[in-house]
């Protein structure tokens, strides 16, 4: 399983950016896919999830309200649309595909996934 994150940069403080990540090697559309975090000297923490079906989502409390996660099963790739960006969202962030069939978008839907390289989000005061 592959998963290749993108669409990471540099904004300012109150702006956007739209994340994706594509996955390959193996069926997408019955796996929640998830989105984690990771700034410089801290550790990976979770930022939102969607289940299989694309109905239920879950996020951290940190970004809710702000951030939003969405799939397309078509394309199989999964969105963070990020919005209302601050400086404290600068992080690597990093895709995550659940190896539960028919998961929720809980966390504990991601204790054994495949992750992405990560892509650089860099916000600006």
């Known amino acids: 399983v592959q998963l290749q994150a993108s669409g990471g940069g540099l904004v300012q403080t109150g702006g956007s950016l739209r994340l994706s990540c594509v996955v390959s090697g193996r069926a997408f559309g019955v796996y929640p896919m998830g989105w984690f975090r990771q700034a410089p000297g801290k550790e990976r923490d979770f930022v939102g999830a969607i289940s299989w079906s694309g109905v239920g989502t879950v996020y951290s409390d940190s970004v809710k309200g702000r951030f939003t996660v969405t799939r397309d099963d078509a394309k199989k790739t999964v969105y963070l649309q990020m919005s209302w960006l601050k400086p404290e969202d600068t992080a690597v962030y990093y895709c995550?595909?659940?190896?539960?069939?028919?998961?929720?978008?809980?966390?504990?839907?991601?204790?054994?996934?495949?992750w992405g390289q990560g892509t650089l989000v860099t916000v600006s005061s």
């Open positions: 995550a595909a659940s190896d539960r069939r028919f998961g929720s978008a809980d966390m504990s839907s991601f204790e054994n996934a495949f």
